[in-house]
């Protein structure tokens, strides 16, 4: 993840819990050492992500 995390951490968005400091660096680290997501993973992603509204309510 190289991109930078637009999400305040001072608990700025309503609703939402204050996230302690070094939060988004927990997750880069978190994220880093998982293993890549195999060819079958991607797949089933990209087609849970695809579904439309009616087919998601069905499932």
């Given at each position: ?40 993973q ?18």
């Amino acid at each position: 993840m190289t991109d930078k995390h637009t999400a305040p951490t001072g608990g700025a968005l309503p609703g939402r819990p204050t996230r302690p400091a070094g939060y988004w660096e927990r997750i880069d680290r978190i994220v880093s050492a998982a293993p890549p997501l195999t060819d079958a993973q991607r797949a089933k992603l990209r087609t849970i992500f695809q579904q439309t509204a009616p087919s998601q309510e069905a499932a």
